[in-house]
């Protein structure tokens, strides 16, 4: 569940454009130049008019006989989503989770940058991590500001995430993705989305029973 504020372009929507560029830049390195609205739909499972409202809502409506120009969409999609320059990011928590994730997001040429860590173990702090520097909590409010950190990857033990709640505030954090089990709650005006992986997969077990059920 997330917090996100009202904005022109609803939430459901956002989501789509960055599944729609991930498989663009896919194709775009497979040397495809042009994709029809239904093949993109049904690279994603839903439909055609799905995809075509959700491009003419970002104004974008350029589908010709040849279909969308790939190289084209991607760049107007990155003029949608993205930010004028790099947005820096923070991980709290450099477990298995928040290491794994620093490697994913700065391996993937996005203009999202993890730039900092932050943790408790001795064994960490003051040291390099997949060359991010981890720092202690002491030094949160700090580093945010010497580093210009807008979102922070919450990773750290559910036990301790509510903890964390007062210290992101007062550091002026614009965006929190939550993927400890613990729901967050904060003031308007700082974005918030609670992913909770254990529910997740919960849910897709829950299904897949259900589907083993019916099936017998």
């Known amino acids: 569940m997330s917090n996100i504020q009202n904005n022109s372009i609803p939430e459901k929507t ?13 194709c775009h ?10 093949v993109l739909a049904g690279i994603h499972g839903i ?19 040849k279909g969308y120009d790939v190289e084209v969409l991607i760049e ?4 949608i989503l993205d930010s004028r320059g790099p947005m820096h990011i923070a991980v709290i928590g450099m477990g298995n989770l928040g290491q794994a994730l620093t490697k994913y997001f700065n391996g993937r040429g996005l203009t999202l940058r993890i730039v900092a860590a932050f943790d408790i173990d001795p064994a960490k702090v003051g040291h390099e991590i ?17 580093l210009d950190i807008k ?20 550091a002026g954090i614009k965006g929190v993705l939550n993927f400890t089990s613990m729901p967050l709650n904060f003031p308007r005006g700082i974005v918030v989305e609670n992913y909770d992986i254990t529910t997740l997969l919960e849910k ?4 897949v029973k259900e589907n083993e ?3 017998l």
Do not use: W
């Open 14 to 26: 956002i989501e789509r454009l960055s599944e729609y560029r991930r498989t663009l830049k896919s």
């Open 29 to 38: 390195e497979q040397g495809i130049t042009h994709i029809f609205s239904h």
């Open 47 to 65: 439909t055609a008019v799905q995809v075509r409202r959700d491009l003419m809502l970002i104004g974008f409506s350029s589908d010709t006989k």
């Open 76 to 79: 107007f999609i990155n003029s």
């Open 130 to 146: 997949d060359d991010i520097p981890c720092y202690p909590m002491g030094e949160f409010e700090k580093q945010v500001e010497a």
């Open 151 to 170: 979102i922070v990857i919450l990773s750290s033990p559910a036990k301790v995430a509510s903890e964390l709640v007062v210290p992101i505030i007062n």
């Open 204 to 207: 897709v077990a829950y299904f």
């Open 213 to 215: 059920e019916t099936t």
